[in-house]
């Protein structure tokens, strides 16, 4: 088992409760925190100091802000003190915005330490490389392990495994505010820049078998929950199937889509039309200084769209995986997975933040454990099956993540 020091690299929104969901675990032992704000990282310890932990065997409480360090660092552009900071822990976890999360991974490999990380943007055909430099230096890299993709993907196949034959893989998934307001109907609880980019990146998905792929924010369709009753939501392609297409070779069709309030596809398809999400700088006819509309836009919606004290989000999830237990059965079964979690008023955490933070951390915790021992390239729903699932499940529920599972004939 490993002395348990943990380095977790971005302080935002999720990466500070990854920090304190490490800090509260009783097999780690320290956890380094590494952020270019200094702001952020000052926020961290302040609330590391008004919480506690217990030891389970002297009953002890000792202050989270003990196991704490924080260091002020572009990742980026001083990679040499990150390299040092990763070679001196037993794991790191990636917690940055797209655009710079794989040099981070890259950087972790080098270093010789495992790594678990949220972003999404990996594909096979860009693992072989980096798969085999992590099976040399003996280290873990599990990719895109956070709630979607992450926990999606491990429900998924769980759900593909119990059956012989499967037809469709649907994820449906997505944070929103608990009372939809103007502007978006919406709220950032991530990095802003990795919001744009779900809009704009083509997503992959898999049509009769092969794989393809769709322009995001495309097939909309309108849908419900039965614990959120006279509330409607639509839900369109975004591409957050991560490694699923390779890991589940034999499924026919298999789509993810974002979750959003009604109306909200149409109000950002407004602000493409107008040129906001361009990345080419054009000149201000006021002041003649070139202003990136994409970068102008993530200002302005960080700053609009921010939680603020009162607000409340929520996170919605739905895995459907349809098929039949055996080969040649007529009866089409569907095996579902489904959550609604809210905003915890006690701790003032977004709920996108436990959902995120937790998957990832319990993965960490269980490869700092011994229990993960796979070395290389490993998909998260690679990495957690068998008895790994229930004992996964089993922490996150502890952790107050309810997730309802269930099993019906398709009609």
Known sequence: MSKGDVTVLGCGLIGASVAVDFLESNSVSSVTVVDISGERLRLLQQLASKLSRTDPISGSKTKLVDKLRTVELDTVKRNAELSKLLENSDLGVGALPYGIAEEAVQTAVESGTSFVDLIHSWRYEKSSPLDAKAKQKGVTIIPACGFAPGLTNILAKYAADQMEDVDSVKIKVGGIPEVPKQPLNYKIVFAVESVLEEYTRDALVVRDGKKENLPALSEVEELSFDGLPDQKFEAFITDGLSTLPETLKRVKFMEEKTIRWQGHVDQI??????????????????????????????????????????????????????????????????????????????????????????????????????????????PPELAIKDDRFDEFMSRLERKGLSIKEREFLAD
């Open 269 to 378: 398809s407004l602000l493409m039309d107008l040129g906001f999400f361009s990345e080419r700088p054009v000149n201000l006819k006021t002041t003649g200084a070139r202003v990136s509309p994409r970068a102008l836009l993530c200002t302005l919606l960080d700053r609009k769209l921010a939680m603020h004290q009162g607000d409340k989000d929520m996170t919605l999830m739905r895995v459907a995986v349809q098929g039949r237990k055996k080969k040649g059965d007529r009866a089409t079964r569907i095996h579902q997975f489904e959550m609604i979690d809210r905003f915890d008023s006690t701790t003032q955490t977004t709920s996108m933040a436990r959902t995120t933070a937790y998957p990832c951390c319990t993965v960490g915790q269980m490869i700092l454990e011994g229990k993960i021992t796979e070395r290389g390239f490993i």
